[in-house]
């Protein structure tokens, strides 16, 4: 079968090459799903790109967090209905034996997984939106409920156009709360505003805090946050009493300042999530309300124009310098 995979940290177009490898065999408790499209995250291009790397690579790594495809076959233990299936998986890097040749990721046409990291795909969602759940919308989700309901709320979206800030604005408008967002471009204002958002500002204008604050005199009660480092001031001016700030991402520092006294004095919570370890109980509450809204069709992420396994350095070179707009998806 085809893989994509590398063997060194640098640039895509440097260190990502397709190759020929034996297809695996379903083990004990897994299964041998047939990927058809492979989702890229933030997380999978920094991590390729040497992104707090340490030294050399253990094996080479094939690629990629998420995916979508069919069940092919099935390992001991594991339901034979399974076979036939779509489904989606999550958080696949990682999940490899000692004597794997590979660290193995999504971005190849067969892939054992864990059953428990394998999810029905309803008929109603294509395999490229299946693509798109395991980081994005499980970390919406889990930002927008993890302290409970957002009924009645006003929510601050930063990043409304973003893959997590589209899906946790279709979570929180189905929940009934109110949502302003935020976004950088005119391309994505129109994908926040789709996907329901009731205000959308230009996080560019000094005005910002102002705006927000006309919005919501008494503050926002939740504030879903995509850069924590670039935005904690501008949070700290407009949360609430006793607000919420749940931040998933810090990509222009990794080691931020925070306004402490700003915080402090409104009596603020921070919230630091990271989608590989999400609670049991969340990941499960996430999924069945990720299948919910997929059968209703409210789920909907926007994704950039698929590229071929070929293409695999020209999709994490589109992620990294947001050459589109919507998620990216590599086809099988």
Known sequence: MRAASYDRV????????????ATPHAQPGQLLVRIHASGVNPSDVKRRAGWRSNGPLLRPIIPHSDGAGIVEAVGDGVSPAWIGRRVWV????????????????????????????????PDEASFDVGACLG???????YAIFADGSVAGLTILVQGGGGAVGECAIQFAKQAGATIIATAGS???????RKAGADHVLDRRDMRLAQLITDLAPEGVDRIIELDFAANAGLDA????????IASYSSPSDPEPRIPYYALQLKGAQI???????LPEAARHAAIAEITAMLRRSTLRPT?????????????HHALETRAGVGQVVVRL
């Open 10 to 21: 640098g640039a895509a177009q440097d260190v990502l090459a397709i190759s020929t490898v």
């Open 90 to 121: 999550w958080s696949i890097p990682g999940k490899t034996f000692t004597l794997d040749a590979f660290e193995w990721g999504t971005a190849c046409e067969s892939l054992t997984v864990p059953v428990e990291n394998a999810v029905p795909l």
């Open 135 to 141: 980081i994005p919308a499980c970390t919406a989700h």
């Open 186 to 192: 005119s391309e994505t204002a129109k994908i926040a």
């Open 237 to 244: 001016a407009v949360i609430r009493r006793d607000g919420i």
């Open 271 to 277: 919230r630091l999530i990271s989608s590989y370890i």
């Open 303 to 315: 994704i950039m124009e698929p590229f071929a396994l070929e293409n695999i350095a020209a999709a």
